[in-house]
């Protein structure tokens, strides 16, 4: 079973509205970080979360973590067409090693 | 910015041959990880090092081999492939263990 997995599979907003995906984790964790990976690429890194933050803030993107029930949450706001993308959350909970969840896919539509 | 780049980028290979990708950083990370993406699967770790000449096995490590003959060079081999290979393959570095990792565009391996 997943250690790391996102919720929804997929969803889709319009361009301008907000979006979130959750996160939730079956370990204790040091960190939590998000990625995106758009097509074609390579994931690239949004967000990096510690245990003892509850949330945190990158130009639209807000993070939230709670420990104690072992979820997270990110969410866009002002979405555009370029944050089409699959959004994952992965956890540090396996010492020298990230854990990635299977991923939200998120459609933007102008 | 980090730097991680891949080769080949795209590979068709025939079942029961060897093939060999490459990845390269020059972010000065001591770690290196491979991984395979397959639909449904999300990026699962196959390999990865922490230290030149020392590699460690991951989750899915069975049918690979890993080589990190440098700091800034980490191979992931494919000693006999086969059909349940076809996917796509990412090298990422990070500074430490659970930091930020940088990935590379990935090497779509198709094996007929």
Same mark, same amino acid.
């Given at each position: 079973?997943?250690?790391?997995?996102?919720?929804?599979?997929?969803?889709?907003?319009?361009?301008?509205?907000?979006?979130?995906?959750?996160?939730?984790?079956?370990?204790? +964790?040091?960190?939590?970080?998000?990625?995106?990976?758009?097509?074609?690429?390579? *994931?690239?890194?949004? +967000?990096?979360?510690?245990?003892?933050?509850?949330?945190?803030?990158?130009?639209?993107?807000?993070?939230?973590?709670?420990?104690?029930?072992?979820?997270?949450?990110?969410? +866009?706001?002002?979405? @555009?067409?370029?944050?089409?993308?699959?959004?994952?959350?992965?956890?540090?909970?396996?010492?020298?090693?990230?854990?990635?969840?299977?991923?939200?896919? /998120?459609?933007?539509?102008? | 910015?980090?730097?991680?780049?891949?080769?080949? @980028?795209?590979? /068709?290979?025939?079942?029961?041959?060897?093939?060999?990708?490459?990845?390269?950083?020059?972010?000065?990370?001591?770690?290196?990880?491979?991984?395979?993406?397959?639909?449904?699967?999300?990026?699962?770790?196959?390999?990865?090092?922490?230290?030149?000449?020392?590699?460690?096995?991951?989750?899915?490590?069975?049918?690979?081999?890993?080589?990190? *003959?440098?700091?800034?060079?980490?191979?992931? +081999?494919?000693?006999?492939?086969?059909?349940?290979?076809?996917?796509?393959?990412?090298?990422?570095?990070?500074?430490?263990?659970?930091?930020?990792?940088?990935?590379? *565009?990935?090497?779509?391996?198709?094996?007929?």
């Amino acid at each position: 079973s997943q250690l790391a997995e996102e919720n929804p599979w997929a969803l889709s907003v319009h361009e301008g509205e907000s979006v979130t995906v959750n996160c939730s984790y079956k370990t204790s +964790i040091t960190a939590l970080q998000w990625y995106r990976q758009k097509s074609g690429e390579g *994931p690239a890194q949004l +967000i990096l979360i510690r245990s003892n933050e509850r949330e945190k803030r990158n130009g639209r993107l807000r993070a939230t973590l709670d420990t104690s029930s072992q979820s997270s949450s990110l969410s +866009i706001t002002a979405t @555009r067409c370029e944050d089409t993308a699959v959004y994952f959350c992965a956890t540090d909970s396996a010492g020298n090693k990230l854990t990635f969840g299977i991923g939200t896919r /998120v459609l933007v539509r102008p | 910015e980090a730097a991680v780049t891949q080769s080949p @980028r795209s590979k /068709v290979a025939v079942t029961g041959g060897k093939v060999t990708l490459s990845c390269h950083q020059t972010n000065n990370h001591d770690y290196m990880y491979w991984y395979r993406q397959d639909t449904g699967h999300g990026l699962r770790l196959i390999h990865y090092s922490y230290v030149a000449d020392s590699t460690e096995k991951g989750d899915i490590p069975d049918g690979y081999k890993a080589s990190r *003959p440098s700091q800034e060079n980490f191979s992931l +081999i494919l000693e006999l492939a086969s059909l349940s290979q076809t996917a796509v393959y990412f090298c990422a570095s990070s500074r430490t263990g659970g930091d930020t990792q940088y990935f590379g *565009p990935g090497t779509r391996l198709l094996v007929l």
